[in-house]
């Protein structure tokens, strides 16, 4: 039995996230069904997180054990035969038998981009939230600091309808690097932390925005983590403009 580490690459626009639903194409059902092909065993791949429908990833990190003798240098080449060009296997590596990809993660970068040109073009459309509206920029730049460290998130973290009611459950994350930045037409927020809860960079976002529109000074974020209290924030953000980046073990 050999526990192999796969890095993907997706374009999450027309699935329905990362976690296998019934009758719905997600990214976790496409790689077992080609994995199933390849080597005639089920197995459900375990992703470093469920991104959302719509979320895209540069590096996604997913573990799955196997039997079959198809050497670890082919099952590139093979999965990128069978999968949606929409889905790349970029690595595979063989893997210590207690590697987990989410489990072993240390931390996690996602990235989100808001394109702010007048016009966005149709070819972008599915990458980015376009948002042409006035926003102080400086302003939600310097409002990106405040959530460094370890807090509570629970004003900006969705209900999670696959969390454990009976499990105890903390909030509680550690968010090592918080920015935004200019990027020609782009204002761009990258975040990298331990962890994050269900819509979690959505919603920091969403909460960013209010404060380039005004509704919020950038010295509100410690007050609106302190709430503890998901009202005190912000609107999700849409899906189509964040990407899971990257993942450290």
Known sequence: MRNLKLTLAYDGSDFAGWQV?????????????????????????????????????????????????????????ALNDILPSSVRVLKVEDAASDFHARKSARNKTYRYRILRAAICPPFLARYVWHY????????????????????????????????????PVSNVRRI???HWERQQDELVYTVTGSGFLHHMVRNLVGTFILVGKGTLQPEDIPRILQARNRSAAGATAPANGLYLVNVEY
Do not use: C, M, W
């Open 132 to 167: 042409p509206y006035p926003l102080d920029e400086p302003a939600i730049i310097q409002a990106a600091p405040f959530l460094e460290g370890e807090h509570d998130f629970t004003s900006f973290a969705a209900v999670d309808p696959e969390r454990g009611r009976d499990l």
């Open 176 to 178: 090592f690097s918080s």
């Open 21 to 77: 639903q019934p009758e719905a194409a997600t990214i976790q059902g496409t790689i077992a069904s080609a994995i199933a092909q390849i080597t005639g065993e089920t197995v459900l791949p375990q992703g470093s997180g469920r991104t959302d429908a719509g979320v895209h990833a540069l590096a996604q990190v997913a573990t799955f054990a196997t039997e079959s003798s198809v050497p670890t240098a082919n099952f590139v080449k």
